[in-house]
């Protein structure tokens, strides 16, 4: 059971160019999430999807979009990247119910922006 | 919009000892759930407790467990016979109830535990 997987692990860019990052979940999740984690901080929120086909603004979206066409994918991109998106991109999803369900979280992707 | 903060940027324990990591949160909700996640140098996210605010009880897992006071919107974490591998950092969360998927996690900014040996 893989769980919650990122790809790639690490990435370098230059200023401008673009890219997408994957999250993939084989737990058949609806939830999914994107955050990012900078230098003496917690994660914050960029954006969520509540299923197949929608998406939402988080706390810190300007400079992303984000699709979710597959229920166990959601794809962060930059289309034109700054050097403030350097960061550590963590992507998680839950399941929905009335119980506390956690959030699982992938192993991140080291993203720099030169 | 909730705030979560963790005023102890950093904490020093010897193994087998016990330590206690503060937490206190902002919120104008009465129902929600709160998480401790720990963070060691992998990067990875585990939880390691989590804490409904309308139970009274607070949350244990084996040597890990919470003093929640719900008036002083205070949540910390007890780690009992402290290990090596308990070093990482620690990060306090918030997520409100209601949910229905658009509860994102707000994070403090960490305390990073040293295990001193």
């Known amino acids: 059971n893989a769980g919650v997987t990122q790809t790639p692990k690490f990435r370098v860019l230059k200023t401008g160019q673009s890219m997408t990052l994957l999250c993939a979940q084989d737990m058949n999740h609806e939830y999914m999430y994107w955050y990012r984690q900078d230098p003496g901080m917690g994660l914050r929120l960029i954006h969520y999807s509540v299923g197949e086909g929608t998406t939402a603004k988080g706390e810190v979206p300007d400079g992303y979009n984000v699709s979710r066409l597959k229920k166990q994918n959601f794809l962060l991109g930059l289309e034109s990247a700054a050097p403030s998106q350097t960061s550590v991109y963590f992507c998680?999803?839950?399941?929905?119910?009335?119980?506390?369900?956690?959030?699982?979280f992938g192993d991140g992707t080291r993203l720099s922006i030169l | 919009a909730q705030t979560v903060t963790q005023s102890q940027p950093e904490m020093s324990v010897q193994e087998a000892e016990t330590v206690t990591l503060s937490c206190t949160y902002d919120t104008s909700e009465s129902d929600y759930y709160l998480f401790w996640y720990k963070q060691p140098p992998s990067r990875q996210m585990i939880l390691v407790i989590r804490q409904e605010a309308y139970k009274q009880q607070n949350a244990t897992e084996n040597r890990f467990s919470v003093n929640f006071q719900k008036a002083a919107k205070s949540f910390s974490l007890k780690i009992s016979d402290s290990q090596l591998g308990d070093a990482a950092m620690y990060f306090c969360a918030y997520r409100s109830r209601p949910g229905g998927g658009a509860d994102g996690l707000t994070f403090g900014k960490g305390t990073h535990l040293i295990i001193q040996p």
């Open positions: 998680a999803s839950r399941s929905p119910g009335i119980y506390n369900q956690p959030q699982h």
